[in-house]
């Protein structure tokens, strides 16, 4: 399955879009809503979103802990 490079949406003309960005979001594809330049949300495929999460179920304790060492603390 090929990636493709986010597409970058003004938030404010997602709103008049809704129905045409839902649609082209399929897996592979994602839409990436801005708001003054600095995403504020994404569109992915609800199966991507539920890879994902399952991928962040199995290392959650990979994560924090790679959390914690970038901040330069430890965990007690």
């Known amino acids: 399955m090929s990636i493709s490079i986010l597409e970058s949406i003004p938030l404010c003309d997602a709103a008049s879009r ?3 960005l839902a649609a ?3 897996p592979g594809s994602e839409k ?3 708001k003054n330049g600095t995403a504020v ?3 992915v495929d609800a ?3 539920d ?4 991928l962040e179920r199995r290392y959650r304790r ?4 790679l ?3 970038e901040e330069g603390t430890t965990t007690h």
Do not use: P, Q
């Open 47 to 49: 199966r991507k979103l």
């Open 67 to 69: 959390a914690v060492a």
């Open 24 to 26: 082209e979001v399929v």
């Open 62 to 65: 990979s994560l924090l802990l």
């Open 51 to 54: 890879a994902y999460h399952a």
């Open 41 to 43: 949300v994404a569109f």
């Open 32 to 34: 990436l809503l801005t």
């Open 18 to 20: 809704l129905m045409e």
